[in-house]
């Protein structure tokens, strides 16, 4: 039986691709430029999810879940994903974006925790911070405070009691330690070792570091603090000191006082960080890469021009009088 001949006069047509539009518009995925973020935890277990981070100069915001968090944070993501798309729609910066998140906190599985709000250097900071499993240790009762957490439940074993004596004798409280004779408490559990808040290394120093930002009369300051590593405190100082060197006298209060001290406050606390011991092999995260020395970026010179108009006014106004 003989099949009827195919017509295949389509397959030797030229092949054309019509173009589309971009799609919805986004914010964009990554900065170098500090940014600001939001800690996400768990409703039910108080662990953390994810990390919800925006930047107003480079237009930039996302969520980064924790690498620890497994399936919970990638499910969770898609609430956090959806609003900043919807925000951008909406033609809102990222930091309003942000602000709509702290008014309206809550997602299926988990909810923005009251009082996160932090800086960051740049997005892959909190990436680092994300993939780190040294900077939230599990703990076996959820941190005081916390009212997301599960409460432990009732009638649990006492982890301060005395091996062989799981409570007190009634009417005679913990005993100070070294009294014979008396079973109870016996002397404080030792704090633990701060880690770096960024690659969970150590030793590590709490430290504080500000930038200062003046436009005539608008100002804005700004501060990163908590437990840092040597390579990660010099990252954050370069960063925010060189932000204020170049965006932090415009305004008269900033030339002349806020300016002068958050760069003085930023030396004095990088000698903290500076005389740390590099953290062991292995026993961190990725570190956040602390770039080239202040003195060596072209922005930090910024600075030296409102400097050279003062000493111009000064000198002028020296010559007038003579």
């Known amino acids: 039986m003989t099949e009827p001949a195919r017509n295949t006069a389509r397959r030797d047509q030229d092949v054309h691709f019509d173009s589309v539009g971009e799609g919805p518009p986004r914010y964009r995925a990554r900065t170098d430029k500090p940014v600001?973020?939001?800690?996400?935890?768990?409703?039910?277990?108080?662990?953390?999810?994810?990390?919800?981070w925006a930047g107003d100069?480079?237009?930039?915001?996302?969520?980064?879940?924790?690498?620890?968090?497994?399936?919970?944070?990638?499910a969770d993501g898609g609430h956090w994903h959806a609003r900043l798309r919807s925000a951008k729609e909406r033609g809102l910066l990222p930091s309003q974006a942000l602000a709509e998140l702290l008014a309206s906190p809550e997602s299926n599985r988990g909810r923005v925790l009251p009082d996160s709000l932090t800086t960051a250097?740049?997005?892959?900071?909190?990436?680092?911070?994300?993939?780190?499993?040294?900077?939230?240790?599990?703990?076996?009762?959820?941190?005081q405070g916390n009212p997301y957490a599960t409460a432990p439940r009732a009638g649990g074993p006492n982890p301060y009691a005395h091996p062989g004596q799981p409570y007190a004798?009634?009417?005679?409280?913990?005993?100070?330690?070294?009294?014979?004779?008396?079973?109870?408490?016996?002397?404080h559990p030792q704090p633990p070792t701060p880690a770096c808040r960024f690659c969970g290394g150590s030793p590590a120093v709490p430290v504080t570091f500000r930038a200062h930002r003046g436009l005539l009369v608008v100002m804005t300051f700004r501060k990163l603090d908590g437990p840092m590593c040597g390579a990660c405190g010099v990252a954050v100082y370069r960063a925010l000191t060189t932000e204020t060197l170049w965006q932090g006298w415009w305004s008269p209060f900033s030339l002349f006082l806020f300016t002068p001290f958050t760069l003085l406050h930023n030396l004095v606390v990088s000698r903290k960080v500076k005389k740390l011991q590099a953290p062991a092999p292995g026993q961190h995260g990725r570190q956040v890469d602390p770039g080239v020395p202040v003195h060596r970026r072209p922005l930090a010179y910024v600075g030296l021009v409102p400097v050279l108009w003062l000493l111009f006014m000064i000198v002028s106004g020296l010559t007038r009088n003579s």
């Open 121 to 143: 250097p740049n997005s892959d900071a909190v990436k680092t911070l994300a993939a780190s499993t040294e900077s939230h240790p599990p703990m076996a009762t959820p941190p």
């Open 57 to 74: 100069e480079d237009d930039a915001a996302a969520w980064v879940p924790r690498d620890d968090a497994g399936g919970r944070a990638l």
């Open 169 to 187: 004798h009634p009417g005679q409280p913990y005993a100070h330690p070294g009294h014979q004779g008396h079973p109870g408490y016996q002397g």
């Open 36 to 52: 600001q973020y939001l800690t996400v935890v768990d409703k039910e277990s108080g662990a953390v999810l994810c990390y919800v």
